[in-house]
Protein backbone atom coordinates (compact mmCIF):
# COMPACT_ATOMS: atom_id res chain seq x y z
CA UNK A 1 0.00 0.00 0.00
CA UNK A 2 1.50 3.50 -0.56
CA UNK A 3 1.43 6.02 2.25
CA UNK A 4 1.86 9.27 3.14
CA UNK A 5 5.36 9.25 5.59
CA UNK A 6 5.50 11.22 8.59
CA UNK A 7 8.73 11.26 9.72
CA UNK A 8 10.86 11.70 13.12
CA UNK A 9 8.05 10.87 15.03
CA UNK A 10 9.38 10.01 18.93
CA UNK A 11 9.79 6.49 20.27
CA UNK A 12 7.65 7.25 22.97
CA UNK A 13 4.78 8.09 21.09
CA UNK A 14 5.31 5.17 18.92
CA UNK A 15 5.46 2.86 22.16
CA UNK A 16 2.13 4.65 23.03
CA UNK A 17 0.28 3.70 20.38
CA UNK A 18 1.21 0.09 20.05
CA UNK A 19 -0.11 0.24 24.09
CA UNK A 20 -2.89 1.90 23.01
CA UNK A 21 -4.13 2.00 19.50
CA UNK A 22 -5.83 5.34 19.87
CA UNK A 23 -3.75 8.32 20.43
CA UNK A 24 -3.82 12.25 19.45
CA UNK A 25 -0.37 13.61 18.77
CA UNK A 26 0.83 16.77 17.69
CA UNK A 27 2.69 17.36 14.58
CA UNK A 28 5.18 20.87 14.31
CA UNK A 29 7.94 19.63 11.89
CA UNK A 30 7.13 21.75 8.85
CA UNK A 31 7.42 19.17 6.55
CA UNK A 32 5.13 16.47 8.57
CA UNK A 33 2.94 20.17 8.74
CA UNK A 34 3.07 20.55 4.74
CA UNK A 35 2.46 16.19 4.57
CA UNK A 36 -0.78 16.40 6.16
CA UNK A 37 -2.52 18.96 4.38
CA UNK A 38 -3.31 16.58 2.02
CA UNK A 39 -4.87 13.99 4.00
CA UNK A 40 -8.54 13.43 4.49
CA UNK A 41 -10.06 11.78 7.06
CA UNK A 42 -9.77 7.44 6.96
CA UNK A 43 -6.91 7.43 5.32
CA UNK A 44 -3.54 5.89 6.24
CA UNK A 45 -0.64 6.87 7.33
CA UNK A 46 2.81 5.37 8.02
CA UNK A 47 4.84 6.90 11.41
CA UNK A 48 8.56 6.24 11.55
CA UNK A 49 11.24 7.43 14.14
CA UNK A 50 13.93 7.79 11.55
CA UNK A 51 14.42 11.32 9.40
CA UNK A 52 13.28 11.69 6.10
CA UNK A 53 17.07 11.78 5.19
CA UNK A 54 17.49 8.09 6.78
CA UNK A 55 14.09 6.57 5.42
CA UNK A 56 15.47 3.47 2.96
CA UNK A 57 14.08 0.28 1.83
CA UNK A 58 13.57 -2.07 5.11
CA UNK A 59 12.52 1.22 7.62
CA UNK A 60 10.17 0.11 10.17
CA UNK A 61 6.87 2.04 11.86
CA UNK A 62 3.57 2.17 12.59
CA UNK A 63 0.55 2.19 9.86
CA UNK A 64 -2.32 4.34 11.46
CA UNK A 65 -5.92 5.60 10.06
CA UNK A 66 -6.62 9.10 10.67
CA UNK A 67 -9.53 9.79 12.57
CA UNK A 68 -9.37 13.53 12.73
CA UNK A 69 -7.07 16.28 11.80
CA UNK A 70 -6.82 19.67 13.38
CA UNK A 71 -4.78 22.28 12.70
CA UNK A 72 -4.05 25.48 15.18
CA UNK A 73 -2.04 28.57 15.01
CA UNK A 74 0.21 29.11 18.36
CA UNK A 75 1.84 31.79 19.64
CA UNK A 76 5.57 31.66 20.27
CA UNK A 77 7.45 33.99 23.04
CA UNK A 78 9.21 36.84 21.00
CA UNK A 79 12.65 35.22 22.93
CA UNK A 80 12.42 31.78 22.20
CA UNK A 81 12.07 32.41 18.10
CA UNK A 82 12.39 34.99 15.36
CA UNK A 83 8.91 33.79 14.26
CA UNK A 84 5.57 35.19 16.18
CA UNK A 85 3.69 31.85 15.61
CA UNK A 86 4.04 27.94 14.85
CA UNK A 87 1.36 25.82 13.10
CA UNK A 88 0.55 22.67 15.00
CA UNK A 89 -1.64 19.70 13.69
CA UNK A 90 -3.17 17.22 15.91
CA UNK A 91 -4.27 13.59 14.39
CA UNK A 92 -5.99 11.65 16.10
CA UNK A 93 -5.19 8.07 14.61
CA UNK A 94 -6.08 4.60 15.52
CA UNK A 95 -3.26 1.52 15.14
CA UNK A 96 -3.94 -0.20 12.20
CA UNK A 97 -0.47 -2.77 12.38
CA UNK A 98 3.10 -2.63 11.52
CA UNK A 99 4.99 -2.19 8.47
CA UNK A 100 7.83 -2.02 6.52
CA UNK A 101 9.10 0.65 3.50
CA UNK A 102 8.99 -1.22 0.36
CA UNK A 103 9.97 2.09 -1.94
CA UNK A 104 10.45 5.54 -1.42
CA UNK A 105 8.84 8.70 -3.56
CA UNK A 106 8.62 12.45 -3.19
CA UNK A 107 5.58 14.93 -4.87
CA UNK A 108 6.47 17.70 -4.40
CA UNK A 109 7.36 18.56 -0.86
CA UNK A 110 5.49 14.87 0.45
CA UNK A 111 7.18 11.83 0.85
CA UNK A 112 5.37 8.73 0.44
CA UNK A 113 6.52 4.74 0.65
CA UNK A 114 5.20 1.72 -0.65
CA UNK A 115 4.25 -0.44 2.70
CA UNK A 116 4.33 -3.88 3.21
CA UNK A 117 2.29 -5.00 6.58
CA UNK A 118 4.12 -6.97 9.05
CA UNK A 119 3.61 -9.39 11.98
CA UNK A 120 4.39 -8.11 15.37
CA UNK A 121 7.24 -10.60 15.38
CA UNK A 122 8.83 -9.29 12.78
CA UNK A 123 9.51 -6.17 14.04
CA UNK A 124 12.86 -4.82 15.23
CA UNK A 125 11.14 -1.74 16.75
CA UNK A 126 11.24 -1.62 20.53
Known sequence: MDLLVLAGISRKTLDQLLRNPYRTIEIRSARNVIAIQ???????????????????????????????????????????????????????????GLGKVI??????????????EMFPHEMAIG
Open 38 to 96: SLKLGERVFLTYETLQDITQGTEGIIAEVLKIERMEQRIPWEESDEREQTICRLQLRLK
Open 103 to 116: EISTEGEVVKARVR
